[in-house]
């Protein structure tokens, strides 16, 4: 079957680094994403990997290892507005994305 | 660009009514859309992938006759939850996909609940 894992929660401290980690087990593989998705509110896309290696965007950077079927989502100098739940979803051989439960994020000061 | 919005953004229905929610690409055109359903504190769940013109293909699980989805344009999608239950209460997410096939664009969203 398909399967995504993504720790349930994380708590960081407003400043500093946190690391959200993902695997997954697809059929085929056309891409992984990240999303931030705040409460109540729908997903908001942060980044697309295809290709193994890191991309940087800004505070955010995302890892893909497509060999180990792994990938993370960096943030760095974190801010309160980065609460949110981030989602780790595949996209598979149909092109359909696969979803994680998500990860909880909360930042304290 | 690429902006997809939804109407209602939230509705409050009594049980055994029917509901309409709309799913619009604003500037750009969708041969495919997704409805995805989000119970709290819970992944998204695709529900059915709809294709201009064609019938909407469901996921296991999803009924077809309840939860009723039109694409008849290439901008507009609609999915429509019949005889509503308190169980249907839900936040429910539409998204469109772009030129290429990874791009998807996500609606804000619509919230449901049913009394």
Request: proline share 3%; aromatic share 12%; net charge neutral.
């Amino acid at each position: 079957g398909q399967n995504i894992d993504q720790p349930t929660e994380m708590t960081a401290t407003e400043g500093a680094i946190v690391q959200i980690n993902c695997t997954y087990q697809t059929s085929g593989f056309n891409g992984l994403f990240w999303y931030q998705q705040h409460a109540g509110e729908a997903p908001t896309f942060l980044s697309y990997n295809v290709l193994d290696g890191l991309e940087e965007k800004g505070r955010f950077s995302s890892f893909l290892s497509r060999s180990k079927g792994y990938s993370y989502l960096l943030l760095k100098e974190l801010q309160m507005k980065d609460s949110a739940s981030y989602l780790c979803a595949v996209m598979d051989s149909n092109y359909q994305l696969i979803w994680g439960a998500g990860t909880k994020l909360i930042i304290k000061p | 660009g690429a902006v997809v919005s939804q109407h209602p953004s939230w509705v409050i229905c009594k049980s055994g009514t029917s509901v309409k929610i709309e799913c619009r690409s604003l500037d750009f055109q969708a041969t495919t859309m997704f409805w995805y359903r989000q119970f709290p504190k819970q992944s998204l769940m695709l529900m059915a992938t709809s294709n201009e013109g064609s019938k909407a293909t469901y996921e296991q699980g999803v009924e077809k006759d309840k939860f009723l989805i039109n694409h008849a344009s290439l901008t507009l999608s609609t999915l429509t939850v019949t005889s509503a239950h308190p169980e249907d209460s839900s936040f429910y997410i539409c998204s469109a996909r772009g030129d290429r096939e990874y791009e998807q664009y996500f609606g804000p969203g619509t919230r449901l609940t049913v009394t």
